[in-house]
């Protein structure tokens, strides 16, 4: 395939992709007769901008679901690189009886979704008395296998005559991991990044089922509850309500994109 016609396909690839947000981005700019008019526009014949972003930024406390988000994706983030990461150098450095039974075990811990485990993780959430606190939305996603596996292929790629080195110098399997181990893992660590914080600040599904407090809610309950509460099918506020949610996603990705692809070609993933 010629160049152009590569740029062709790859430029129709990405319009198709890009074109819910277009259009999400252009509803929060109409008022609701608008959204569904009969004739495709994108550009608003009457602006209602002001008045769909003030109902997504005060209706709800916007800016409290927000940090919950910020807090429960950032601190999820922290706790999986802090017990992945030296899983993973024991599963790719150090030699010792059942290493690759283990490994198989992380394989197969992929394989496993949340909602085949929720009932359990509800009722001992419930036990524990954890239930409508942002503890019980970190908690069990503390251990990511995902984050073993990746971390796992990108030490195999650290030459062993480094880790030799350190050993050599004195240190103890885990200075080697935080001082050696992690610096050179950064951009796995970033690829990771991006996979826990997209997939825990869209994650629906277990704070619909822990949470029943708006003020405690992350960004995808709480456009539940402001549809909900207040607006109903009022498209354009909701709209709003939803580029507010989206672009600090879109900022963190286009922040680590760099990152994020140096990443994944170092660890092997494609």
Not at 207 to 228: D, E, K, M, V, Y
Request: proline share 6%; charged share 10%; net charge positive.
């Amino acid at each position: 395939m010629s160049a152009p016609a590569r740029l062709a396909v790859l430029g129709l690839a990405a319009a198709l992709i890009l074109f819910p947000f277009v259009f999400m981005l252009s509803a929060s700019l109409k008022p609701q007769a608008e959204v569904f008019s009969a004739g495709l526009s994108l550009w608003p014949a009457h602006w209602a901008a002001v008045e769909n972003y003030t109902k997504a930024l005060t209706r709800i406390p916007m800016g409290r679901i927000l940090l919950n988000g910020v807090i429960v994706c950032g601190s999820i983030l922290v706790f999986q690189i802090v017990f992945a990461l030296p899983a993973a150098y024991a599963l790719a450095k150090l030699r010792f009886r059942g290493r690759e039974a283990l490994f198989a075990l992380v394989l197969l811990g992929l394989l496993v979704p949340i909602h085949a485990i929720s009932i359990p993780l509800y009722a001992a959430a419930r036990w524990a008395g954890l239930l409508n606190t942002l503890a019980v939305l970190v908690i069990p996603f503390t251990l990511s296998v995902f984050a073993i596996f990746l971390f796992r292929q990108f030490i195999r790629a650290i030459p062993d005559d480094l880790i030799l080195a350190a050993r050599s110098d004195g240190l103890s399997e885990a200075a080697i991991v935080w001082r050696i181990v992690l610096p050179n893992a950064w951009p796995a660590a970033s690829a990771f990044a991006i996979f826990s914080v997209v997939a825990h600040w869209n994650d629906l599904y277990w704070p619909l089922i822990a949470i029943s407090r708006t003020q405690l809610a992350t960004p995808p309950l709480g456009l539940l509850f402001f549809r909900a509460a207040e607006v109903g099918d009022d498209y354009g506020a909701l709209m709003a309500a939803t580029v507010v949610i989206t672009a600090p996603l879109i900022l963190f990705f286009l922040f680590a994109q760099r990152l994020f692809i140096e990443g994944m070609t170092m660890t092997g993933l494609k």
